[in-house]
């Protein structure tokens, strides 16, 4: 009989859940005031500053209702602001505050520094495989 604890689904959601609360953990450690879920939407941002709601669920592969109360709380903690759209007011394009861009370079180390906590004694060739192992599984869903 399999053992529902070393089944895929349960050892990727396991995984999942594990790397997310160390991260939150060394973020706090830092004095760094995100959580992995706020970390994830200031990592498309930091690159793609201007982007709307719609744009940035699709791409986080969330609904947009989470991703809006996401916002609402990063907005509150002075990370971003939502500006209606030139052309459309329906639409809010989120950009970062100088405080949510000042803090890339620390919450990238220690983002960096968890990811290396959790695969240590992995080797290149294992994570390598892993990765395309789940890639292949997020397109056969």
């Not at 160390?22 to 004095?31: P, V």
């Not at 080797?123 to 892993?130: G, H, K, Q, T, V």
Request: charged residues 30%; neutral net charge; hydrophobic residues 40%.
């Amino acid at each position: 009989m399999n053992d529902f604890r070393e089944s895929l689904g349960h050892l990727i959601g396991k995984g999942a859940r594990l790397l997310s609360n160390r991260l939150n953990q060394n973020f706090a450690s830092e004095g760094i005031n995100l959580t992995k879920e706020q970390y994830v939407l200031l990592n498309f941002l930091w690159d793609n500053d201007g982007l709307n709601q719609r744009d940035i669920a699709d791409i986080c592969s969330k609904d947009k209702t989470s991703i809006t109360r996401q916002l609402e709380v990063m907005e509150k903690h002075n990370l971003l602001v939502r500006v209606p759209d030139q052309n459309d007011k329906r639409i809010k394009r989120i950009y970062l505050t100088t405080m949510a861009k000042e803090l890339r370079e620390k919450a990238v180390v220690v983002a960096e520094r968890t990811f290396s906590e959790a695969t240590r004694d992995v080797d290149e060739s294992e994570l390598l495989i892993c990765k395309k192992v789940l890639i292949k599984i997020h397109e056969n869903l």
